[in-house]
């Protein structure tokens, strides 16, 4: 599978926008971009998903860079609850594993 | 109600100790995977099944084994417990085999082995 390589940490104030980065330059033509997140004491959520172009959802929108070796997950006004493990995925067109790495720890401030 | 339930929520137990852990769904989903936590870690896949006559191995099956038993139920065992397999479990289900599909979580089983 290809790999994903996000910041371990961000911060970010309530109410404010977030923009929470992931490069994927191994990236190959058929992989999906999959972002979930982890909340303390629960399961992943899923939260979005895009091939090449940008997607958005009542959680959250996605954009993709024109060679599909980066994407950013964006949450347009960042609340106290959206504080979680943020994890970017590549997925591939018939497959159905998960594979998580690390993530990116979301730390929301009042 | 939840749509993937898993149980115990909690379990503390002692090595050697045949221990099992059930995941039941409601999403209708043909797939379900049992992964696996670690303190800092992301998730790592433990088994997987795509139907009820399917099972496959994830990375790290060594010392777990699987049912699935309907479409709705699949559970993981522990035949005899050591305690590096203290972890926090998740089951989840998919609906497809297309790389768009998401797959839903349960809310995970805390296991401790003494």
């Known amino acids: 599978d290809a790999k994903t390589t996000q910041p371990n940490s961000m911060e970010s104030n309530e109410e404010e926008p977030v923009h929470l980065p992931c490069n994927h330059s191994t990236i190959s033509g058929t992989d999906y971009i999959h972002w979930y997140r982890q909340l303390p004491s629960q399961g992943p959520e899923y939260v979005i998903h895009?091939?090449?172009s940008n997607v958005n959802n009542r959680m959250a929108s996605l954009a993709i860079a024109e060679d599909r070796k980066s994407s950013t997950l964006i949450l347009h006004r960042a609340t106290l609850r959206d504080a979680a493990v943020y994890y970017c995925?590549?997925?591939?067109?018939?497959?159905?594993?998960?594979?998580f790495g690390q993530g990116t720890i979301l730390t929301v401030h009042p | 109600d939840a749509d993937v339930t898993q149980t115990p929520r909690n379990r503390i137990t002692k090595t050697g100790k045949r221990i099992m852990l059930e995941c039941s769904q409601t999403?209708?989903?043909?797939?379900m995977y049992w992964y696996r936590q670690d303190p800092g870690l992301g998730l790592r896949l433990i088994y997987y099944?795509?139907?009820?006559?399917?099972?496959n191995k994830g990375e790290i099956s060594d010392g777990y084994s699987v049912s699935r038993q309907a479409q709705a139920k699949f559970s993981l065992s522990l035949e005899s417990a050591i305690p590096n397999q203290t972890a926090l479990y998740f089951c989840a289900t998919g609906a497809g085999q297309a790389g768009n599909q998401p797959q839903h979580f349960g809310d995970g089983t805390r296991l401790s082995i003494l």
């Open positions: 895009g091939l090449t």
């Open positions: 999403k209708g989903h043909d797939r």
């Open positions: 099944s795509f139907d009820v006559k399917d099972i």
């Open positions: 995925i590549l997925r591939v067109l018939l497959g159905g594993k998960l594979t």
